[in-house]
């Protein structure tokens, strides 16, 4: 794709919000019937209402499911009260803003960046990657020429709320990341569009105070995001390390080509890192969404949510989780 093309597509960042007004009640998790995909459909982690809200007016628009997802992110990624992340996002241990992100496409096609400071959209940015370079992941300073050659604004993503936060933190440099904070750490976007094609997006600032250097599951392909078109992907959310050490959203697409609901695989992949024990401290959630357009979460720990869009309706999905309320 050449970069004129690129920057008309960006402009679909603006879409209008109106889908948010239909957020509705809660509902909860239900075991799976099999059904014909009602087209689109765009789900994403945590209770992120106006991202889900601009993905789903994309996809009403025509827009195909990628774009629509990178679409919702951006919501996100701009959002300065979101402090996991985008510009405003919180600092590692030494003070810098970095963000991480990735997407993949219904064809296979996956981008990555890693590690970048002064940026904000970094999920177009791994778009760019993917498209526009021989590569599949770029880190730090590569990424961040590569944003500048394509006309991304230079910022300070440090706000004076982080910078505040920080400060505080310095006082006791205690290390614990917290468990089932809204705006958690990552946001993870699965979209099928009216072809009934699936493509998803993944975008983060990473855990609060991480060491200098410290990149998640939320760029890893395979681990944050994965896509088979054939069959569905998956999205994850909570403690990277973890997430990665079983390729969590890669084994929950794997399981729904075995035959398992959404439902079911996300479940099997958090029992996966249960039953190695020493869960207690830290969450970890998956989203997935399969070609008969069935969808299903599952987290650790009670309070985790996804956002569904189907038939018109924008909704909070409250996630079954292995310790019981």
């Given amino acids: 794709m050449k970069r004129s093309d690129f920057i008309k597509l960006s402009a679909a960042g603006g879409i209008s919000l109106t889908l948010g007004t239909q957020l509705l009640g809660c509902t909860d998790n239900k075991k799976q019937k099999k059904m014909s995909p009602s087209k689109p459909i765009s789900i994403c982690t945590w209770g992120f209402?106006?991202?889900?809200?601009?993905?789903?007016?994309?996809?009403?628009?025509?827009m195909n499911a990628l774009d629509a997802a990178i679409t919702g992110v951006q919501i996100e990624e701009e959002n300065i009260k979101n402090t996991t992340v985008g510009n405003g996002g919180t600092p590692d241990r030494e003070g810098h803003v970095t963000l991480d992100a990735c997407v993949m496409d219904h064809n296979g096609n996956a981008g990555s960046v890693v590690f970048v400071e002064n940026y904000t959209r970094v999920a177009t940015l791994a778009k760019i990657v993917m498209e526009e370079t021989p590569h599949v992941m770029l880190a730090g300073r590569g990424a961040e020429d590569l944003a500048a050659e394509n006309g991304f604004k230079k910022q300070d993503l440090l706000n004076e709320n982080t910078k505040s936060a920080y400060r505080e933190w310095l006082k006791t440099s205690d290390y614990k990341p917290v468990i089932n904070i809204e705006n958690h750490d990552t946001i993870g976007m699965l979209c099928m569009d009216k072809k009934g094609d699936i493509s998803g997006a993944c975008t983060t600032s990473g855990l609060a105070y991480k060491m200098h250097g410290r990149v998640g599951d939320s760029p890893i392909i395979g681990s944050g995001l994965f896509v088979d078109n054939e069959v569905g992907g998956a999205a994850a959310t909570g403690m990277g390390e973890e997430i990665m050490k079983s390729v969590g959203s890669f084994l929950i697409v794997e399981l729904m080509r075995q035959g398992k609901t959404p439902q079911?695989?996300?479940?099997?992949?958090?029992?996966?890192?249960?039953?190695?024990?020493?869960?207690?401290?830290?969450?970890?959630?998956?989203?997935?969404?399969?070609k008969n357009g069935e969808t299903g979460s599952y987290c650790i720990h009670p309070g985790f949510a996804m956002m569904e869009y189907r038939d018109g309706k924008n909704e909070r999905v409250n996630s079954k989780s292995f310790i019981k309320a």
């Avoid at 209402?49 to 025509?62: K, Q």
Wanted: charged share 25%.
């Fill in 49 to 62: 209402v106006n991202a889900n809200a601009a993905a789903a007016d994309a996809l009403e628009s025509g």
């Fill in 264 to 290: 079911e695989a996300c479940e099997e992949a958090v029992h996966r890192i249960t039953k190695k024990g020493g869960y207690e401290d830290f969450q970890v959630a998956y989203i997935a969404i399969n």
